[in-house]
């Protein structure tokens, strides 16, 4: 398994939504590491992309919810900074059809020196400076 995996934002929706088939994916995924005794990233872009439905809809239980997974399960947060900036730039020269919001993703799980950024977004498969694991492949 993984040391440090890094969650993109759509695992993290499809857990605490508990959106099927991929909840149960995501699940598994990560009691196995746990288990491992992996550590969890992810970053404030995370919440910027999680948050939007919730705030729309007024809908405090799924914050809460979201706010408790990140709690339960210890995932720390890989915050925006210069060099992550760059990074993400220097990502989306090279891939321009990457969106900026995956490229700073993928910036800060290199930043976290994450080993594996999991995911759910097969546009992803390009990239090579990151281990990019897709849900299904697991």
Not at 88 to 98: C, L, M
């Amino acid at each position: 398994m993984y040391k440090r995996i890094f969650l993109d934002t759509n695992p993290i929706i499809y857990l605490v939504e508990n959106q099927q088939p991929y909840a149960d994916k995501v699940l598994d995924f990560i009691v196995q590491g746990l288990d491992d005794k992996s550590e969890f990233y992810t970053s404030t872009i995370t919440d910027a992309e999680f948050l939007v439905k919730p705030y729309s809809k007024n809908d405090l239980q799924s914050i809460e919810l979201y706010r408790e997974f990140l709690s339960k399960i210890g995932v720390l947060k890989c915050f925006v900074t210069e060099q992550i900036a760059e990074k993400a730039a220097k990502i989306r020269t090279k891939y321009p059809s990457i969106k900026l919001g995956d490229s700073i993703q993928l910036a800060a799980s290199m930043d976290c020196e994450c080993d594996c950024f999991y995911t759910n977004d097969s546009q992803l498969n390009q990239v090579t400076e990151a281990n990019v694991v897709y849900l299904d492949q697991i």
